[in-house]
T-cell receptor
């Protein structure tokens, strides 16, 4: 089954404790992206990747890091989380061939930073 | 700059009736795509329907159809024979062809289908 998976689905942590949210897709997509969703602000792009080892900032990259060492994986790293990073996070992927314009989303990760 | 506007924060409809959700957008590009995504209480983001800007024919997916007015930059979603499972937040999104292929999102319309 074609899918995007994220782990963990829920996470409660404390300020300053480094964490990683994993994202993996099995569709061989070139593009991957991270979004955060906050009430009243919609979805905002954090980082995106056009292929292995190619990443770029989105609209709200501060406080986040990403890496794309393999095509299927695109982890989101919070080196020193702060309460303003409490949010719902989505990973998405999409491809170059075929239906290139449709993004497929993971189930979301709800992060709470205390 | 690209923008997507959903002017109806909340709507409700009776089961089996028809409801239309509005979306307007702004872009200077000629090549772009439009989407409606559904987000039920589970928070999963589910694609409902997509429309290529170069196609004049309105997209249809079962009970869901769009009214795409390119000149007016309007992209409304019609849900026919509404079902309780249609209760969700609905987001309109714009994607411009380009390297980033970033989705620009509206703020959503919360739809409640009442029995």
């Amino acid at each position: 089954e074609a899918q995007v998976t994220q782990n963990p689905r829920y996470l409660i942590t404390v300020t300053g404790k480094k964490l990683t949210v994993t994202c993996s897709q099995n569709m061989n997509h070139e593009y991957m992206s991270w979004y955060r969703q906050d009430p009243g602000l919609g979805l905002r792009q954090i980082y995106y990747s056009m292929n292995v080892e190619v990443t770029d900032k989105g609209d709200v990259p501060e406080g986040y890091k990403v890496s794309r060492k393999e095509k299927r994986n695109f982890p989101l790293i919070l080196e020193s989380p702060s309460p303003n990073q409490t949010s719902l996070y989505f990973c998405a992927s999409w491809g170059v061939a075929g239906n290139t314009d449709t993004q497929y989303f993971g189930p979301g990760t709800r992060l709470t930073v205390l | 700059a690209q923008t997507v506007t959903q002017s109806q924060p909340e709507m409700s409809v009776q089961e089996a009736e028809t409801v239309t959700l509005s979306c307007t957008y702004d872009t200077s590009e000629s090549n772009y795509y439009l989407f409606w995504y559904k987000q039920p209480p589970s928070r999963q983001m589910i694609l409902v329907i997509r429309q290529e800007a170069y196609k004049q024919q309105n997209a249809t997916e079962n009970r869901f159809s769009v009214n795409f007015q390119k000149a007016a930059k309007s992209f409304s979603l019609k849900i026919s024979d509404s079902q309780l499972g249609d209760t969700a937040m609905y987001f309109c999104a714009l994607l411009e062809a380009g390297n980033n292929r970033k989705l620009i999102w509206g703020l959503g319309t919360s739809l409640a289908v009442n029995p």
